[in-house]
């Protein structure tokens, strides 16, 4: 069956530390990789995205993540947290175009000062 | 220069009303999606058209009905509202003749059903 795991429900980091958010995906084609974030009240905006090539990739807000096909991880990180960065943040799986993603249940994100 | 817009952002409505959401892209993409996060926040697809043919219709209940009169525009339809419809609904496009997955979405509608 296809399916996202993201094991951590809620984490909370101090701000200016590093930040390692976990996801792992159950799929049986070749997959198309996505993490999301939703502010409070607000809708998702894509924060990076892995097709093919270089494993590591880099995304918006100094975001990075990097797949592990041996693991089936595709974890998110990023080196220094602000407090503007506390949301939830979803790790989601697809196919080719036009194909529905499956998403995780997501990682609320705390930053305390 | 919004990408993906909704209509209304939230709507408050009782038991056994009908309402519509609307939503518009500009992006020029051919498909487009409705997600539902339920209170756990967890998200889950209901439909996707692709110029405005039907592609994807995932179980649920033939209450929700969704249109697409072009492929900018995919309204939801929802017929004799339920306790259990109280959710937020996504909007979502992505292009397809790229090849890649990338979806974009709106900024939700919230609904409440009283």
């Known amino acids: 069956a296809q399916s996202v795991t993201q094991p951590d429900i809620h984490i909370t980091v101090s701000e200016g530390a590093s930040l390692e958010l976990r996801c792992n995906y159950s799929y049986g084609a070749t997959p198309y990789l996505f993490w999301y974030v939703q502010s409070p009240g607000q809708g998702l905006q894509l924060l990076l995205k892995?097709?093919?090539?270089?494993?590591l990739v880099q995304g918006i807000k100094g975001f990075e993540a990097e797949f592990k096909r041996s693991q089936s991880s595709f974890n998110l990180r990023k080196p220094s947290v602000h407090w503007s960065d506390a949301a939830e943040y979803f790790c989601a799986v697809g196919a080719q175009a036009g194909t529905a993603l499956i998403f995780g249940k997501g990682t609320t994100l705390s930053v305390s000062s | 220069d919004t990408a993906v817009s909704q209509t209304p952002k939230y709507l408050v409505t009782q038991m056994g009303n009908d309402k519509s959401i609307k939503c518009e892209q500009n992006?020029?993409?051919?498909?487009m999606y409705w997600y539902k996060q339920d209170s756990k926040k967890f998200l889950k697809i209901m439909f996707s058209y692709n110029n405005k043919e039907l592609i994807i219709n995932e179980t649920v209940p033939n209450r929700f009905s969704p249109k697409s009169p072009d492929k900018a525009h995919l309204n939801l339809h929802i017929n004799s509202l339920e306790l259990g419809d109280s959710a937020v609904y996504f909007c979502?496009?992505?292009?397809?003749?790229?090849?890649?997955?990338?979806?974009?979405f709106g900024p939700g509608t919230r609904l409440t059903v009283t």
């Open positions: 979502a496009s992505s292009p397809r003749a790229q090849g890649t997955n990338e979806q974009y």
């Open positions: 992006l020029g993409h051919d498909t």
């Open positions: 892995y097709f093919s090539g270089d494993t």
